[in-house]
């Protein structure tokens, strides 16, 4: 069973930076799509960024589209997300996920395999 584990997350002063990721281990990994959500108290999961895994294309919430960077390393299996000039409304647990087809890649409920999530607060 393939297994998705998230790492890199802290607290950080507003402007910083801190950078995730995400390896996936066990059996032979099939995803197309790896995306990364987030989740603040309160408030609905809500999409960060996909990349492809073998084209390497990339799509951005509106919100973060400048200061956020997706990548992979596909021989570690490893999804990374880069996030510079943090906001405290950045403040949440952030999940990496993975699906295998397209479409409907900002929809959390499409996505099949997901890890434990990981705790980023910025201070301002």
């Known amino acids: 069973q393939v297994q998705l584990v998230e790492s890199g997350g802290g607290l950080v002063q507003a402007g910083g930076s801190l950078r995730l990721s995400c390896a996936a281990s066990?059996?032979?990994?099939?995803?197309?799509?790896m995306a990364w959500f987030r989740q603040a108290p309160g408030k609905e999961r809500e999409f960060v960024a996909v990349i492809n895994w073998s084209e390497g294309s990339t799509y951005y919430a509106d919100s973060v589209q400048g200061r956020f960077t997706i990548s992979r390393v596909n021989a570690k299996n490893t999804v990374y997300l880069q996030m510079n000039s943090l906001k405290p409304e950045d403040t949440a647990v952030y999940y990496c996920?993975?699906?295998?087809?397209?479409?409907?890649?900002?929809?959390?409920?499409?996505?099949?395999?997901w890890g434990q999530g990981t705790q980023v607060t910025v201070s301002s």
């Open positions: 066990g059996r032979t990994f099939s995803s197309n799509y």
């Open positions: 996920a993975a699906k295998e087809g397209p479409g409907a890649l900002g929809q959390s409920r499409k996505y099949d395999l």
